[in-house]
T-cell receptor, first 116, second 113 residues
């Protein structure tokens, strides 16, 4: 299994500002994923981040709003830019075990964001 | 497009009872299915992973089954405890590779002491 940590665990931000969320994994992984979970909803994939290449964004999500960095195989950041109250969500980092194994997916503890 | 549904949306049972949570998916061409639990305001904890070639997986008091042809999976929890109270999510992955997980809507489980 993979152990994933996220910073910050929660934050309250003002409209129009930006927040960068950090994700650290205890092992090297090829693929990292960023999800959003809006209040009372299930998880929605924002983007897939591979080391050494541009992140791949899902429909409805754009790089200007959610820029992602992936500088190495154990770390990634997601920035939520120009925030509005609609961005209030839990943001979750996730990784998938690689190789020829079962490809189980693991999640971090999440960052709870409230935008006023 | 894959759609994943979990019924019921919420379930309350007395402590000690056995219970079953249901997950159905529309496209049977899946690579694997994973069950997670989520405590309020927290991240997801992986419970069980079932490959498409498997019929079931067991971990402690948990047993997950998969019937790919009918597009169904169940999560059986034996001798429920108050600590089992959480939201349970199932997620399916279509093909090996970069295919993303598609999540169900979740079942919020409450175990009554």
């Amino acid at each position: 299994s993979a152990v994933i940590s996220q910073k910050p665990s929660r934050d309250i931000c003002q409209r129009g500002t930006s927040l960068t969320i950090q994700c650290q994994v205890d092992s090297q992984v090829t693929m990292m994923f960023w999800y959003r979970q809006q209040p009372g909803q299930s998880l929605t994939l924002i983007a897939t981040a591979n080391q050494g290449s541009e992140a791949t964004y899902e429909s409805g999500f754009v790089i200007d709003k959610f820029p992602i960095s992936r500088p190495n195989l154990t770390f990634s950041t997601l920035t939520v830019s120009n925030m509005s109250p609609e961005d209030s969500s839990i943001y979750l980092c996730s990784v998938r075990s690689g190789g020829a194994g079962d490809n189980e997916q693991f999640f971090g503890p999440g960052t709870r964001l409230t935008v006023l | 497009k894959q759609e994943v549904t979990q019924i019921p949306a919420a379930l309350s049972v007395p402590e000690g009872e056995n219970l079953v949570l249901n997950c159905s998916f529309t496209d049977s061409a899946i690579y694997n299915l994973q069950w997670f639990r989520q405590d309020p305001g927290k991240g997801l904890t992986s419970l069980l992973l079932i490959q498409s070639s498997q019929r079931e997986q067991t971990s402690g008091r948990l047993n997950a089954s998969l019937d790919k042809s009918s597009g169904r999976s169940t999560l059986y929890i034996a001798a429920s405890q108050p600590g089992d109270s959480a939201t349970y999510l199932c997620a399916v992955r279509r093909v090996f590779g970069n295919e993303k997980l598609t999540f169900g809507t979740g079942t919020r489980l409450t175990i009554i002491p």
